[in-house]
């Protein structure tokens, strides 16, 4: 018996071989529940320009959902734009009408276009960055609100940033993006809670992805250093000594969508390895 056994959870941005959304969906299902998975699965210019690369392959998509599948659950892979309202409802609609309502909702997908000198920031990768990074969640969570409503319980996690607790210069449109996540976090906790529903988010330190590792260039570039010299400044900050890995943030979103922590709500819970001053 696992803890999520007759779960169906959603796991957005969930469709590159080593990007976060993809651990959470197996280690969800390894919880026992059916995880849908999505991802934008087309190419998007405005977002490739953050430099980062997408999860825009529906095959890279449809190997997380078989992956699922290879656990013994129950997987759908749905290609859907988060920053867009009426994709993320028809994809919402398919994929109860496949799995059933969705108990769990993981707001993973994410961008890190616009980061950059404040003033060098346009108007588009503003816009870019709020419609992916807060929209995005607030999108899925109107999609799933109703059936977790009518079900009387749910859990929406979301995969904030420690930049959504604090900032660092040069971090553009990202800082004030991921501090809306946790604001969001916040005031969902508080006004579904007495529908059963709990919200709390998980706030990442460096974690070796695709964009972490972007991230690392960027670094080095920065303080004119080689990128081991840059990840070596990286791990001066973090007294555990290393960075993180996709796993330590599946973990951690586990244990919030286990009714073990059914008192936690609103929590924004730091996955940073003691990542000191301010990220707290
Ligand atoms: N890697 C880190 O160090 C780190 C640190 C803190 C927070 N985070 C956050 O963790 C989450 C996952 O990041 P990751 O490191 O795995 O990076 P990633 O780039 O591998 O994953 C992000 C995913 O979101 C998807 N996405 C982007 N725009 C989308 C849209 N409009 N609709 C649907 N999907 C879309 C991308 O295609 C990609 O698959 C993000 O929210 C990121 O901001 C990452």
Known sequence: ??????????????????????????????????????????????LEA??????DDPAELEQTA?????????????????SNRASADEGVAALTESLGGVGVLVNNAGSAVGVAPFEQISDTEWETSWRVNV???????????????????GTIINIASTLGVAALAEYGAYVPAKHAVVGLTRLLAQELAPFGIRTNAVAPGYIVTDMGKAEQAKIATAMSV?????VDAILDEIPVGRLGAPDDVANAVAWLADPASSFVNGAILPVHGGQTPGFA
Do not use: F, W, Y
């Open 226 to 230: 080689s990128v081991s010299d840059a």
């Open 50 to 55: 953050a430099g980062v690369g997408l999860g």
């Open 66 to 82: 078989e992956l699922v599948r290879r656990l013994g659950r129950r997987s759908v892979a749905i290609a859907m734009d988060v």
């Open 135 to 153: 929209l995005g969640a607030v999108n899925l969570s109107r999609a799933v609100l109703p059936g977790m409503k009518e079900a009387g319980r």
């Open 1 to 46: 018996m696992g803890a999520l056994d007759d779960q169906v959870a959603l796991v957005t941005g969930a469709g590159r071989a080593h990007g976060i959304g993809r651990a959470v969906a197996l280690r969800l299902a390894s919880a026992g529940a059916d995880v849908a998975v999505c991802d934008i699965a087309r190419p998007v210019p405005e």
